[in-house]
């Protein structure tokens, strides 16, 4: 038995249960011995293993490592074996990756629910289903891997960590003052916390509950615990990322951009039995954003100034006031006064705060802060209405129309950050026509770079695999709804739902880059995960880092494969990713990433709810 089944069987059972509660058992009923039998062939067909919405782009990938060309397909039904949909295969679009050629299977004209499968030539795909409701309950599942992050109480655990957080470094005070700042998430596997990832998570969190109410349900506390507390449970995440940010900007003039560094990667041990020792007990480094170069060991970061991170807190708080001021004026007069100070603050200090290494030389070496600033000021248009704001969030909006990385081969990491901006889309439903056409315009740039690249491959791929390589795939799919949403064209829709169906398996290796979503599909199983590697808790819903270039992978420091790699033969030099804890460049999961991910899954359910109105 090879090491993923085995895998499989300790943990399949438990994430089976978990997500049966939540309507996910059928949403790919083939087994994992049939996804095996059916790839033994020359060639294979990669779905998104979710399933299609009947009003939906449906398309399947085929991919041989053969010279066969390929003219036809055929969409047959699970249940009867009888084939209800013939279909052409169109451009060959020839190798990519491990395949030596390829096509597209479209069959969008399909629409009839049902459970299905693809057979093109002697390959098969997986049983897949095309219903209205194929991503319901997907935001809320993927909240679990939220919580499970959870610094201060963790509500998965049932216990406390890191409470004695932390001690200044930097900062107008002496140096190891203590203050509260112990909350908020870890940013990944490793129990870091930064101020950037967290506020961007932060503001995904809110503007998801904004724009997409009905898709979340209340079945936890504000502490996390089960239970329901008459308040959604994306909003309860959202708040507890705004009570740690609240921690990291305590008065006007003071602001904090990290907690903890990378002395924090020793051995792996869950958050609550953390005893790694910085030098005073259990509290931990607190870094003061200065607007200088950081770092207390052997690296520096490059900052320049502190708007990168106070644009972040700034759009944050300034969303959270609109949100909150319904039903709690208080606490959104309080979210509106730290919107306003966060943003002076970036108005003091132009240019980015990165994060801070130690002994190792990586850190988020974010070199853009006028989007963050553009957000921000957007966001208190939106809620003060005072024109000034309008005009400074335009201006920053000239600056960088486009995010860099779109249209990129590489950047480094997290080097434009956050990867979308949502600046441009806040910005343009306040604006007249002739501004918002210009703000669309800036979108559709981004998006037609990627689509350059991606229209030469069957996979539509245009995204670089450089690390978090579906941090950036969440995040463009989330500007091409975005644009489509402002402007009502579908050019881009495919490319949209490609990069969506990649995450869930519409990719070389045919797997699903979430934690057991779908439940019994194939889905990562040996993340670099404490939770994982040490007790085989499921971390359901984390958003893994994904597929990096294989000259990429060959040079990072510290990696070794613990088991043979179950996708072998779908590795290639342009690109790799492996299911094994060892691999901490592909295999693990983000905070942030996930994040972004719940307002994606978000729009994509409540468009689901839409097109089966509008087809009722």
């Known amino acids: 038995m090879n090491r993923k089944k085995t895998l499989l069987a300790l943990v399949l059972g438990a994430l089976?249960?978990?997500?049966?509660?939540?309507?996910?058992?059928?949403?790919?009923?083939v087994t994992y011995d049939e996804q095996i039998a059916t790839a033994k062939g020359p060639a294979w067909i990669r779905i998104n293993q979710l399933g299609y919405t009947p009003a939906g782009i449906k398309v399947a990938v085929w991919g041989s490592k053969g010279?066969?060309?390929?003219?036809?397909?055929?969409?047959?039904?699970?249940?009867?074996?009888?084939?209800?949909?013939?279909?052409?295969?169109?451009?060959?679009?020839?190798?990519?990756?491990?395949?030596?050629?390829?096509?597209?299977?479209?069959?969008?004209?399909?629409?009839?629910p049902g459970s299905y499968y693809l057979k093109a030539g002697v390959a098969k795909s997986p049983v897949f289903k095309i219903d209205a409701d194929v991503y319901k309950g997907a935001a809320d599942f993927a909240l679990r891997y939220m919580r499970q992050q959870r610094s201060g109480f963790n509500p998965y655990l049932k216990d406390s960590c890191h409470t004695a957080d932390g001690y200044t470094m930097y900062g107008p005070m002496p140096d190891s003052t203590i203050i509260d700042v112990s909350g908020g998430w870890h940013d990944a596997s490793d129990y870091l916390q930064y101020a950037t990832t967290s506020a961007n998570a932060t503001y995904h969190l809110l503007a998801a509950y904004r724009d997409f109410p009905g898709v979340f349900t209340d079945k936890h506390q504000?502490?996390?615990?089960?239970?329901?507390?008459?308040?959604?449970?994306?909003?309860?995440?959202?708040?507890?990322?705004?009570?740690?940010?609240?921690?990291?900007?305590?008065?006007?003039?003071?602001?904090?951009?990290?907690?903890?560094?990378d002395r924090d990667h020793q051995k792996m041990r869950l958050p609550n039995h953390d005893s790694v020792d910085y030098g005073l007990g259990r509290a931990r480094p607190v870094y003061f954003a200065t607007g200088k170069p950081q770092g207390l060991?052997?690296?520096?970061?490059?900052?320049?100034?502190?708007?990168s991170t106070a644009g972040k807190f700034a759009s944050a708080f300034a969303l959270a006031s609109q949100i909150y001021s319904g039903n709690d004026k208080e606490l959104s007069s309080l979210f509106g006064q730290k919107a306003q100070s966060a943003y002076k603050l970036g108005?003091?200090?132009?240019?980015?705060?990165q994060t801070a290494p130690n002994r190792a030389p990586y850190f988020y070496e974010e070199d853009n802060w006028v989007d963050d600033m553009q957000l921000g000021a957007a966001a208190l248009y939106q809620l003060t209405g005072n024109q000034e704001f309008f005009k400074q969030a335009y201006t920053y909006g000239l600056q960088e129309k486009v995010t860099p990385w779109m249209g990129a081969d590489t950047a480094r990491h997290y080097q434009w950050y956050p990867f979308h901006n949502f600046g441009h889309f806040e910005l343009a439903k306040e604006s007249d026509n002739k501004t918002k056409q210009e703000l669309i315009g800036f979108y559709k740039k981004g998006i037609e770079r990627v689509f350059t690249k991606a229209k030469n491959n069957a996979f539509y791929r245009g995204i670089p695999f450089i690390w978090c390589s579906n941090n950036l795939t969440t995040s463009f799919a989330i500007q091409s709804y975005l644009y489509r949403d402002l402007s009502g064209d579908q050019t881009y829709a495919e490319l949209e739902q490609a990069n969506f169906d990649w995450l869930f398996g519409c990719n070389p290796w045919g797997t699903s880059m979430v934690f057991g979503l779908p439940a019994n599909?194939?889905?990562?199983?040996?993340?670099?995960?404490?939770?994982?590697?040490?007790?085989?808790?499921?971390?359901?819903?984390?958003?893994?880092?994904?597929?990096?270039?294989?000259?990429?992978?060959?040079?990072?420091?510290?990696?070794?494969?613990?088991?043979?790699?179950?996708?072998?033969?779908?590795?290639?030099?342009?690109?790799?990713?492996?299911?094994?804890?060892?691999?901490?460049?592909?295999?693990?999961?983000?905070?942030?990433?996930?994040?972004?991910?719940?307002?994606l899954l978000a729009a994509k359910e409540h468009s689901a709810r839409e097109g089966a109105q509008v087809k009722k």
Request: glycine letters at 12%.
């Open 521 to 599: 599909g194939d889905t990562p199983v040996d993340p670099h995960s404490a939770f994982t590697q040490l007790y085989k808790y499921p971390i359901d819903g984390g958003l893994v880092d994904g597929p990096v270039y294989g000259s990429i992978y060959s040079k990072l420091i510290g990696i070794k494969l613990y088991a043979p790699d179950e996708y072998a033969e779908f590795q290639s030099d342009l690109v790799v990713y492996h299911d094994d804890y060892g691999d901490y460049s592909t295999n693990e999961p983000t905070m942030d990433g996930t994040a972004s991910l719940i307002y």
């Open 67 to 112: 010279s066969e060309k390929l003219k036809r397909f055929e969409l047959v039904d699970a249940t009867t074996n009888k084939v209800v949909f013939k279909g052409k295969a169109g451009q060959a679009f020839g190798g990519y990756g491990p395949f030596t050629q390829s096509y597209r299977l479209n069959f969008t004209a399909f629409s009839k």
């Open 297 to 307: 060991g052997k690296f520096q970061n490059r900052s320049t100034g502190v708007a």
């Open 222 to 261: 504000g502490n996390g615990l089960e239970g329901t507390n008459g308040v959604a449970d994306v909003l309860d995440e959202a708040r507890w990322g705004l009570t740690w940010l609240l921690k990291l900007h305590p008065r006007e003039d003071w602001l904090f951009n990290q907690l903890a560094d």
């Open 347 to 353: 108005l003091a200090k132009p240019g980015v705060c």
């Open 16 to 29: 089976i249960l978990t997500a049966n509660a939540i309507g996910f058992s059928n949403r790919a009923t």
